[in-house]
């Protein structure tokens, strides 16, 4: 065994069993209590949100393969990606970067004849590769995305190299009504006549980075200037400041503090902080698809430490904000490999995802949901052709990775209302450079949606299933089905070649009373729909 559990506990799981006054069931690994709870924090479908940046393969070939494609398109947006985010119920699209978001001028990306122009990500870009912006994807197309998906844009404002003056324009050009403002008219001259209605922007990306390398102190004086006069269009904004770097060694709390105390006696709305948090794996010799037992469990515990990150930025902003009016969101997140695994050299940073990586997706929707009531929105960086795709697509040549079959398999928790739950579990020991470290033997959320209750699961062990019993603290469960995603090799994927290697299959649940029986295999992912009496 690669793996191995710290000691046997079935016996206490049978007894409970007994105690809640049903006959007992054979010995299980785990015993998983869940409380529906009717005043529990909603789950905000956003928490499922994406990412999408001018960068490498994402816009250019993976979303937009322009008019006259002979690629399937609805008026040149790749049909596939349409019904494929549309399948999952896509809530949001963050957009247009990122770093690119810091240099980008939209008016560049309207009218008729638009400018070629330089693009943040060409410095980054392998020797003899030209990621010129064409500007053919602006603002209105990206609103055609959303329509086409039912998706709520999300727009990332230039503090770096725009003004605030650009800012409040832009949001005229989007919100304003026809007939109020020469941006609105200018808007409908440009085919669309009803405003688009964006609610959610993000002052700034990364600025203390690409955007304009500040120090806190700098970040919120000029935040300020490019809220204070935010045109009142409606509908009713929410300002999203730039947060910390949550990855690094200490969190960056130092930014969340810094921010916040040069924020204290001004007036200017925090609606939302942004963390930014990678499992950062770019300056180590972990490969995306070639991989033991050391490097599985490594991204799984790296990218579980983003459970610490919001509990500890949201114990600092109580200090300054008890009533907590400003919600986190996690607008960039995934696992960052180091560069070279590249489906083509100029789709920078795209990463052929294996199981690990949903396994890893699981886990980090598992945290989300877990702490709903701190989370107004998470991305995941990013959709397509990127870091943490859901899919990888060039050409006519397009494939689902394993951590898009996580999203469908989690659906059941948008906009529900988060249960208790609590996995009595032996813990995990497992590899690392060190030594061992020990881990959960299972981790999961819970939430309800009127009778329906959802329960998702990720079982970490390389080599050992799970029996566990599902137990109610109320009530009964009528009908149980359930999903599962796994593969007996760890490091599969799906590839253009092979695009089913790693799929959802059924998965068995057996209903007694208020319990769900179930077995989780090694390496995965479950999820349960269990109807409550
Ligand atoms: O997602 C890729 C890049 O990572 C984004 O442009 C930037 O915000 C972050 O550093």
Known sequence: MIDRRSFIRSSAIVSGAVLAGVAPVLAADAEIEITPREDGPEISAHLYGQFIEHLGGVIYDGIWVGKNSKIPNVGGIRKQF???????????????????ADAYHWRDGIGAKRPRTYNYWQASAPDGVDVTESNNFGIHEFMHLCKLTGAEPYLAANMASGSPQEFHDWVAYCNAQVGTSSLADERAANGDKEPFGVKWWGVGNESWGCGGDMNPQEYATLYRRFVTQYPAYAPKPFLVAVGPRGHQPDLDLGWTKGFFEAMVGHRS????????????????????????????????????????????HWALMEKFDPKHHTRLIVDEWGVWYKKGEEIAPNYLL?????????????????????????????????????????????GDKFVRLPPYYVFEMYRGHM????????????????????GSATIAGLSGSASTKGKMLTVTLTNPSIDSPRSAVVRLATGGITEGRGQVLTHEDMTKSNTFAHPNEVHIAPFRVNIRGNLAEISVPPRAVVALELKLS
């Open 350 to 394: 795209s990463q052929p995802l294996t199981l690990r990586d949903a396994v890893h997706t699981a886990y980090s929707f598992d945290i989300f949901n877990r702490h709903a009531e701190k989370l107004a929105m998470t991305n995941v960086a990013q959709t397509i052709n990127c870091i943490h795709s859901l899919f990888l697509a060039e």
């Open 415 to 434: 906009n529900a209302r988060q249960a208790g739950i609590k996995i009595h579990c032996e813990d995990l020991n497992v590899p690392t450079a060190a």
């Open 269 to 312: 709305p925090v609606d939302g902080l942004s963390i930014h948090f990678y499992t950062d794996f770019r300056n180590s010799a972990e490969k995306v698809a070639t991989f033991n037992a050391q490097g599985w469990f490594d991204v799984i515990r790296e990218g579980a430490r983003i459970e610490d990150v919001i509990k500890q």
């Open 82 to 100: 349409i019904d494929d985010m549309t399948r999952i119920g896509v809530p949001n699209f963050r957009w247009p970067g990122g770093c690119f």
